[in-house]
C-alpha cells in the first residue's frame, strides 16, 4: 500500500496494515494510526478511455478528447479533465477562473484579512512606546468603524473584537483628555 | 452573494504567537483554517475526496499563547511571593513542574496528523496532541462514511491502492528515504545552552552577594545569548523549524520581555515612591531581578538539555532502524 508516514513521508509497511489501523514506520520508527477511506479505493479503479472518435464532440480545450458535458455559462464542450461540477451544474475552468455568472461560486473564498485583530492589536502593541497611543488610541476607533461591514472571517460568528477595539481605543483618548486637562490645570495654577 | 455556512468547530487548535490553525465541520467538507495573525487561509476537504488520515506519533515542541499566557502568570507570581518565606522557593519548583510538563507532554503525547486526498497530502497543524486528533478523527468518521459509505469487505488488495498524488507517491516509492542531513557544524546551540547555565549561575551569585553586580559582564553574556540565539535559528535542521529554533526563539523573547519589564518596573516603581513623598529606592528590584533571571535561564537551560537527550535518543533510533 502507498501509503506514505505522516511524520516522515516514507512508505509504511503494507504487511501491518493488512492486519490492523496502526503501522510503526520503519524509517522514522513512529506509531501510525490509519484510517483509509472508500475513496482510496475508488481512485484506483483504471479510467476508460476517453479518446474522441471521428464524428464525436471534442473538448474546447482538448481536442483529442471525448466531450462529456457542456459548460452551464458558456456552452463550450468540456472532457471529463475539464468538467467542475456542482451540484447539477457543469461549468468549464475559464468560465470558474473568471467567476463568470453563477460560477463565483466555484471561487470560494481562500483567504481573508483580519480586519478586527488588527484593530483590537492596534492600541495594544502601541503600548510598548506609549506616547503614539495619542494617535493609535483614536486611530483603533475609527478603523473598527470603517471596517465594520467588511467581511470578517469565515470561522468568527461576532464583531466583538471591533467592540472591545472601539473600547480600548475611546479608554485611550479619554485618557489622553484627562491627562492633557490635567496638564492644562496645573500649568494655570502654577501660573497664578 | 451565497449563504454563508455555519461551521462547527472540530477538536484541535493550534494557538501559535505568529501562527494558528484550526479545523472546521461543514455540510460537505473540512475547513482547515490556517492565520497569520492577521491573515486567515482556508483550504477545504469534502467528505467525498478524503482518502485516508493518518496520525503518527512523535515530538511536537509548540509553545502556545496559552503556554505564553501561564508563564507570563508565573513571572507575576514570582514578583508578588518571593518576599514570603520560602516563596521564591514554591514558585520556582512551579516553575520547573510547569516546563516538565510541558516537555513531557511535547514529547511523549504528541503527533502529527495528515489528511489524503487523490491530488493532495496535507498537514493538520492543529492537531499535534494525540487526545485532540483521536477526538477529531472520532467526529470526522461517521461524516465521511456517511458520504462515501462503508469499506468493502473484504479488504481490496491494499499494496495495489494509490493514494495521495500519483507522481509523489510513484517518486517516494522509486527512490529510498533520504539520508539524514548532518547536524549543524557550528555548535551554537551548545554555545546557547551553556550561556544559559552561566548567566544563571552568575545571576544567582549576583542574588547571594558572592560578586558584585557587574552591568558589563551580564551585559557581555546577554549580547553572547542573543548570538547564539540568532545563530540557532538561521540553522535549521532539515529545513525545519525545530525544537532548537523555538528554544532559541523563546530565549530571545525571554530575554526581551524580562529586560522591557524590569525597566518598567523599576520606573514605576520610582514614580510611586516620589509621588508619596518617599526616598526612591530601587535596590530590592535588582534582587528580584536577578533571581528572575537566574530561574528564567536555568528553565531555558534544563529545557535546552531535554531537546538534546531528545534528539540523540531520536538518532540514535534512527541508526538503529537503518543498521
Known amino acids: 500500500m502507498a501509503l506514505p508516514c505522516a511524520r516522515c513521508n516514507a512508505p509504511l509497511p503494507a504487511w501491518e496494515l493488512a492486519s490492523g489501523d496502526t503501522a510503526a514506520c520503519t524509517s522514522c520508527g513512529s506509531s501510525n494510526q490509519v484510517r483509509v477511506f472508500p475513496a482510496a479505493v475508488r481512485s484506483s479503479v483504471p479510467v476508460p478511455s476517453e479518446t474522441a472518435l471521428d464524428g464525436e464532440a471534442a473538448c474546447f480545450d482538448h481536442p483529442a478528447k471525448r ?8 456552452g463550450r464542450f468540456v472532457c471529463a479533465l475539464c468538467s467542475i461540477q456542482f451540484g447539477d ?30 484593530a483590537v492589536l492596534i492600541p495594544w502593541f502601541s503600548l510598548i512606546f506609549w506616547p503614539i497611543t495619542i494617535i ?4 483603533a476607533v475609527v478603523f473598527s468603524i470603517l471596517k465594520w461591514r467588511q467581511p470578517i472571517s469565515l470561522v468568527r460568528r461576532n ?9 480600548t481605543g475611546l479608554g485611550a483618548a479619554t485618557g489622553w483628555v484627562l491627562l492633557i486637562g490635567f496638564m492644562f490645570a496645573s500649568a494655570r495654577r502654577g501660573a497664578r | 452573494m451565497p449563504d454563508r455556512i455555519r461551521y462547527k468547530k472540530l477538536p484541535g487548535h493550534r494557538r501559535g504567537i505568529i501562527h494558528g490553525a484550526s479545523l472546521w465541520l461543514g455540510p460537505d467538507h473540512i475547513l482547515a483554517v490556517n492565520s497569520f495573525r492577521f491573515r486567515e487561509e482556508y483550504k477545504r476537504y469534502y467528505f467525498r475526496d478524503i482518502q485516508a488520515l493518518l496520525i503518527a506519533r512523535g515530538p511536537r515542541f509548540h509553545l ?8 507570563f502568570f508565573w513571572l507575576i507570581a514570582f514578583a508578588s511571593f518571593y518576599q514570603l518565606p520560602y516563596g521564591a522557593l514554591t514558585v520556582g519548583i512551579l516553575g520547573v513542574l510547569l516546563v516538565a510538563s510541558w516537555v513531557y507532554f511535547s514529547a511523549l503525547c504528541s503527533c502529527t496528523c495528515r489528511i489524503h486526498t487523490a491530488v493532495s497530502q496535507d498537514r493538520l497543524p492543529s492537531l499535534y496532541r494525540i487526545w485532540s486528533a483521536r477526538r477529531c478523527l472520532r467526529a470526522l468518521e461517521p461524516h465521511i462514511s456517511a458520504v462515501q459509505g462503508a469499506l468493502e469487505q473484504p479488504l481490496p488488495d ?15 516509492v522509486e527512490t529510498p528515504p533520504p539520508a539524514p542531513s548532518p547536524r549543524p557544524t557550528i555548535p551554537a546551540f551548545y554555545f546557547l545552552i551553556g550561556s544559559l547555565f552561566v548567566n544563571a549561575l552568575w545571576s544567582w551569585l549576583e542574588f547571594r552577594r558572592v ?13 553572547f545569548e542573543i548570538a547564539a540565539a540568532i545563530v540557532v535559528l538561521v540553522q535549521k535542521y532539515h529545513h525545519k523549524f525545530g525544537a532548537r529554533q523555538i528554544l532559541a526563539m523563546v530565549s530571545l523573547i525571554g530575554m526581551g520581555s524580562f529586560f522591557y519589564g524590569t525597566q518598567v518596573w523599576t520606573a514605576m516603581t520610582a514614580a510611586i515612591q516620589t509621588a508619596a513623598k518617599q526616598p526612591v529606592n530601587t535596590t530590592p528590584i535588582i534582587g528580584v531581578s536577578a533571581q528572575l533571571d537566574c530561574i528564567i535561564a536555568l528553565l531555558l537551560g534544563i529545557a535546552g538539555l531535554a531537546v538534546l537527550v531528545l534528539e540523540r535518543s531520536a538518532d540514535h533510533q534512527q541508526g538503529s532502524i537503518v543498521s
Open chain 2, 158 to 172: 491494499l499494496e495495489a491502492v494509490q493514494i495521495g498524488p500519483a507522481e509523489i507517491v510513484a517518486e517516494k
Open chain 1, 159 to 167: 464583531r466583538w473584537r471591533f467592540v472591545v477595539a472601539i473600547l
Open chain 1, 67 to 74: 466531450a462529456v458535458a457542456a459548460c452551464r455559462h458558456c
Open chain 1, 136 to 139: 493609535t488610541g483614536p486611530g
Open chain 2, 64 to 71: 502556545s499563547t496559552r503556554a505564553a499566557v501561564i508563564g
Open chain 1, 89 to 118: 451544474e457543469v461549468w468549464c475552468p475559464a468560465c470558474v477562473v473568471g467567476r463568470a455568472g453563477a460560477a463565483h461560486r466555484a471561487n470560494p473564498d481562500t483567504s481573508c484579512a483580519l480586519y478586527d485583530s488588527i
Open chain 2, 211 to 223: 560578586v558584585h553586580p557587574s552591568s558589563l559582564v551580564s551585559n557581555l553574556m546577554v549580547l
